[in-house]
């Protein structure tokens, strides 16, 4: 028997577990069709692609992020630069044992990619809206679920989830109360103000302060643990170049005018949280 093809595999993934998903359009179940894509009732069409990726975007929308800069990102990535990030969330992950993860804003994902080869999640899902990124997670890795989908209207089911990530990313919190599970957890990481500072200070930005993003994120989950990552990484020229490209940033900067710094701050705060215990009000 040969090997299966990356769209046979996702296919045989969907189908097992169809019924999390849901239709980002009229919000109905879905079933997989012919392995070929994911239909509703209604006949709301999502194609699966040859490289084993769902599109469920409802429209698709350009991004500052395109395929150079989710190279640079995974090359960074594979480069052990967040290595420190990844060891704290993998911690995360090793009591709790979920059985479906959702990476909201995963980029070219390899995060939840690094995370899954270590605790073999039974369904991890990785969705952002760039296409570039998901098409570029599919390509490296074919156990994950990628889809392209907006955060804001997660194709998933209510309570479907036991573990959502967040990673430099927006974030929308009604939407993530609706499809995490009751006893389910969001993991958020955010920068702090150390976060990049050599960049930032170069190009006068360092007074940036995450202070309002955990306030927010209080308001809408109880936090059970807050811990900070951070470390000094050591960079290469090449990576130095990888860092400039990749980061939102310098995203108005010019980057000619930034000049190589050996060693650069990794400063972010994992933010665990859970739902809030809603009281009860008795009917009498
Ligand atoms: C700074 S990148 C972080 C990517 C990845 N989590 C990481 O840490 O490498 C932010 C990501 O959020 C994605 N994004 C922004 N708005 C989004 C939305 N409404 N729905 C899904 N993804 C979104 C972007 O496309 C981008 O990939
Ligand atoms: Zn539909």
Known sequence: MGKLSKKQRAAERLQENIAVLRCPICHEDVTLKDQQNIICPNRHVFDLAKQGYLNMAKQ?????YDTSLFSARQRLNDAGFYQPLVNQLDQELADLAPKTVLDAGCGEGSHLQQLNKRRQIPFPVGIDLAKEGIRQAAKHDEDVQWIVA??????????????????????NYAEFERVLADDGVV???????????????QLDQTDYSN??????????????????????QHLSEAMFQDLIQMTPLTQDADLNQLSYTQHVTLDLTVLVGQKKLKIKKSLR
């Open 60 to 64: 698709s929308q350009s991004t500052i």
């Open 150 to 171: 907006d955060l804001a209207n997660i194709p998933m089911d209510n309570q479907s989830v036991d573990v959502l990530l967040n990673i430099l990313s927006p974030s």
């Open 187 to 201: 993991i958020k990481v955010v920068p702090n103000q150390g976060y990049l500072k050599e960049l930032r200070q």
């Open 211 to 232: 202070n309002d993003v955990v306030d927010r994120f209080r308001e809408s989950f109880d936090i059970i643990r807050k811990q900070r990552v951070v470390a000094q």
